[in-house]
């Protein structure tokens, strides 16, 4: 398990903004949904840029 959290962390965390997201829409606050709606990208990049610069 501990394993695959590891692994799947970007993704996780990245799947629970995009849920709070679109929440907010649900509910009717648009403009906190569309400023959380970045998040999920923003994470996935990070991490990206983070497991490029740990294999180098």
Do not use: N, V
Not at 18 to 27: F, N, Q, R, T, V
Not at 40 to 56: E, N, W, Y
């Amino acid at each position: 398990m501990k394993e695959f959290i590891t692994k799947w962390y970007p993704l996780i965390l990245a799947f629970i903004c995009m849920l709070y997201s679109i929440g907010l829409a649900i509910a009717g606050r648009f403009d906190e949904a569309q400023y959380s709606a970045h998040w999920p990208g923003t994470i996935l990049l990070f991490a990206i840029a983070i497991r490029q610069r740990r294999k180098s």
